[in-house]
T-cell receptor, first 117, second 113 residues
Framework: GAVVSQHPSRVICKSGTSVKIECRSL??????MFWYRQFPKKSLMLMAT?????????EQGVEKDKFLINHASLTLSTLTVTSAHPEDSSFYIC?????????????FGPGTRLTVT | SQKIEQNSEALNIQEGKTATLTCNYT??????LQWYRQDPGRGPVFLLL?????KEKRKERLKVTFDTTLKQSLFHITASQPADSATYLC????????????FGKGTTLSVSS
């Protein structure tokens, strides 16, 4: 299957700083990527849909000025958590659809554990 | 409102038995349904996709059924092994390209030897 990578896998930052998380599709081009957030023992919550060459579409309740998404190329989307606070600590996961699979099968990155102290 | 329910939060079975996980949905007409495996601290791993016009799909020891009348999917793992212990997520998708999946909360399966 298609491979999606994320970097970093873990990050610890101080309150008030910004953190950037990268999501890459390694063996396919993804015009659309998705960013999810997951709390312990909870399901994945969609934060935003990242579209190559255009603005991201954010889900209701997600602050677009706090969670900046940039889809700079067909293989890279970034999520920047600005002015991070402890409540932003979570597991962030990106995903992408592989056009070669008819856009239906969705592949996930390994996730990034963010801890804000 | 749209709702996806995975009936059991946890399921414990003995090695060698068949594990059956349930996914029900309401107020939704999915074009397809996907099942994922998620291990602690890791992203979900794609297992199987079944479309609305398909009744059953198999892959090695895995079998998925999809009943659009009952609005239900069943996920079976036959001859289960301790290595199958993980959280299994079901997710629904629409025909609209570029739209995200909607996930259930998952069922954590524990297979004891």
């Amino acid at each position: 299957g298609a491979v999606v990578s994320q970097h970093p896998s873990r990050v610890i930052c101080k309150s008030g700083t910004s953190v950037k998380i990268e999501c890459r599709s390694l063996d396919f081009q993804a015009t659309t990527m998705f960013w999810y957030r997951q709390f312990p023992k909870k399901s994945l919550m969609l934060m935003a849909t990242s579209n190559e060459g255009s603005k991201a579409t954010y889900e209701q309740g997600v602050e677009k000025d706090k969670f900046l998404i940039n889809h700079a190329s067909l293989t890279l989307s970034t999520l920047t958590v600005t002015s991070a606070h402890p409540e932003d600590s979570s597991f962030y996961i990106c995903s992408a659809r592989d056009p070669g699979q008819g856009y239906d099968e969705q592949y996930f990155g390994p996730g990034t554990r963010l801890t804000v102290t | 409102s749209q709702k996806i329910e995975q009936n059991s939060e946890a399921l414990n079975i003995q090695e060698g038995k068949t594990a059956t996980l349930t996914c029900n949905y309401t107020n939704y007409s999915p074009a397809y349904l996907q099942w994922y495996r998620q291990d602690p601290g890791r992203g979900p791993v794609f297992l199987l996709l079944i479309r609305e016009n398909e009744k059953e799909k198999r892959k090695e020891r895995l079998k998925v059924t999809f009943d659009t009348t009952l609005k239900q999917s069943l996920f079976h793992i036959t001859a289960s092994q301790p290595a199958d212990s993980a959280t299994y997520l079901c997710a629904l998708g629409t025909r609209q390209a570029g739209t995200a999946l909607i996930f259930g909360k998952g069922t954590t399966l524990s297979v004891s030897s």
